[in-house]
């Protein structure tokens, strides 16, 4: 059964940086394109970004330029390091594979203070 976790969030000032990271367990997962998405309060889940099993990058242009996506295939772990954060960038983030899994895991919350 694949698990998804999530770690890294936490409270950050604007202006501020996070690195989250998320293992993934029971799949094949260098094998795997990668996805991490949000969810902020009230509003659906959003893509963010993907990382191919190749390492190909695709980013949504709320995040270019300010987050990167990565993965570590040693490890089964895909990394998403966040910059420039601003109060908008609040929300929990998820990681699921790209085509998703049903059963997400339980996100990590990011708050950005002002």
């Known amino acids: 059964q694949v698990q998804l976790v999530e770690s890294g969030g936490g409270l950050v000032q604007a202006g501020g940086s996070l690195r989250l990271s998320c293992v993934v367990s029971?799949?094949?997962?260098?094998?795997?394109?990668m996805g991490w998405y949000r969810q902020a309060p009230g509003k659906r889940r959003v893509f963010l970004a993907r990382?191919?099993?190749?390492?190909?990058?695709v980013y949504d242009v709320s995040v270019k330029g300010r987050f990167t996506i990565s993965r570590d295939n040693s490890v089964n772990t895909v990394y998403l390091e966040m910059s420039s954060l601003n109060p908008e960038d609040t929300a929990v983030y998820y990681c699921?594979?790209?085509?998703?899994?049903?059963?997400w895991g339980q996100g990590t919350q990011v708050t950005v203070s002002s």
């Open positions: 699921n594979r790209i085509p998703e899994y049903e059963k």
């Open positions: 029971g799949s094949i997962f260098s094998a795997d394109d």
């Open positions: 990382i191919s099993a190749s390492g190909f990058r």
